[in-house]
């Protein structure tokens, strides 16, 4: 077990975490549409629904596909 945490980089735990962050909203937001929700609780699960795609996924895409991502045909030699 201790080779397999030497051979993971930073990036590669960087990957898994946002992989399960987006397959868990994704999953989330199937079982918001076939699971009755009380009403009672409706605006209670909006909103935290809300702050997971809000904060968890956007920070995910943002990361990858925003001003962090740097372009690998970019010449910062210049």
């Avoid at 397959?23 to 909006?46: H, R, S, T, W």
Wanted: glycine share 8%.
């Amino acid at each position: 077990m201790g080779e397999f945490w030497k051979k993971i980089s930073k990036s590669d735990i960087r990957n898994v975490l946002a992989v399960i962050a987006t397959l868990g909203c994704f999953i989330l937001m199937y079982l918001m549409q076939v699971k009755a929700i009380p009403v009672e609780n409706k605006d209670v699960v909006n909103i935290a629904v809300g702050f997971l795609f809000g904060g968890a996924l956007s920070s995910v895409f943002g990361f990858y596909f925003g001003a962090s991502k740097t372009d690998k045909n970019e010449n910062t030699s210049e």
